[in-house]
């Protein structure tokens, strides 16, 4: 099994920034799409940002769009950088990784990390 570890969520208020990072136990550049997701307490997965498989390609939902940034390097990790928070963003973020380039689709990303907690307070 692959192993995906996220990092950097935390507690921040709004207005404020996090980085949240996503480590694969094997190379992932050039080979699989990265995606991030997240959970609300009650409610399904969505889609927040893609990246293609080589970093050419770059996907973002209507929420994030324009605050988030995601990337990747040439090996193992990808990142997902987030500006201007707002309590709406609390949920708990999954780093996923698939195959089907582009997909917003979670049922496309066969690896998922455990989460990390992000939490945006007023």
């Known amino acids: 099994q692959v192993q995906l570890v996220e990092s950097g969520g935390g507690l921040v208020q709004a207005g404020g920034s996090l980085r949240l990072s996503c480590t694969a136990s094997?190379?992932?550049?050039?080979?699989?799409?990265m995606a991030w997701f997240r959970q609300h307490s009650g409610k399904e997965r969505e889609f927040v940002a893609g990246?293609?498989?080589?970093?050419?390609?770059t996907y973002y939902s209507d929420s994030a769009k324009g605050r988030f940034t995601i990337t990747r390097d040439n090996a193992k990790s990808m990142y997902l950088e987030m500006n201007s928070l707002e309590p709406e963003d609390t949920a708990e973020y999954y780093c996923?990784?698939?195959?089907?380039?582009?997909?917003?689709?979670?049922?496309?990303?066969?690896?998922w990390g455990q989460g990390t907690q992000v939490t945006v307070s007023s």
């Open positions: 094997i190379r992932t550049f050039s080979i699989h799409t």
């Open positions: 996923a990784l698939g195959r089907q380039p582009g997909s917003k689709n979670s049922n496309d990303y066969q690896y």
């Open positions: 990246i293609g498989r080589r970093g050419g390609n």
